[in-house]
Each structure stands twice: as C-alpha cells, then as structure tokens.
C-alpha cells in the first residue's frame, strides 16, 4: 500500500484550480502533443459530471461543436491541464447533468446564477 501512495505523489501535479461544479461552463487550456510540436487547445463546455476523489477525480465537460455534443473526460491531477477558467457559473439542482445529451436548442441552455 505504502508503494502505491509514493508513486502518487510523485505524479501529482499540485496545481491549483478554482472550484467548479457540475452546470458550470468553463474553458480548460489543454496541452496537447502532435509529433514532436507540442500546443495548447482551449476547451469550453459546460461541466456535465464530476466523479472520483482526491487524485483520482475527473470531470466531463461537453461543449457542442457544430451540431455534434462532444464530450471529454479530464482527470483534475493531469500534468496536461494548464489551466480551468470558469465562465459562467450555471443554476443547476442536479449532480449529473446527462439529461442534456438529450436535448436540444433552448432547451438545453443552463441559467446563469447572479453572483
């Protein structure tokens, strides 16, 4: 057990990111390597999930690109996360929000809360 929790810590990141939640839309800077180049992609969407504790914690963000939901699940402890941005924080009553796979147009629009 004591293996297992040094070579956690010895991946971690410690890097600090706001906290969000679940109806959240945030933009999160995403390093990506193509080749031997290596650049960093913006990703905005709204946070659909969050699951996992401590360093095993990821969230599901989906962001509609043309007419196609996608949706991509990022662990928070990831040395490829440059940065979170939230955007707007969203009225939301429900943990997961997969109802919005569902849905379409206006009706899957999230209200702002008035911070």
Known sequence: MDLIKIAEEAFATKKEHPAFKSGDTITVSYRIKEGNKERIQQYRGVVISISGS???????????????????IFPLESPFIESIVINKVGKVRRAKLYYLRALTGKKARIKEKRV
């Open 54 to 72: 401590g360093d095993k914690k990821r969230f599901t963000v989906r962001k509609m690109s043309d007419s196609i939901g996608v949706e991509r």
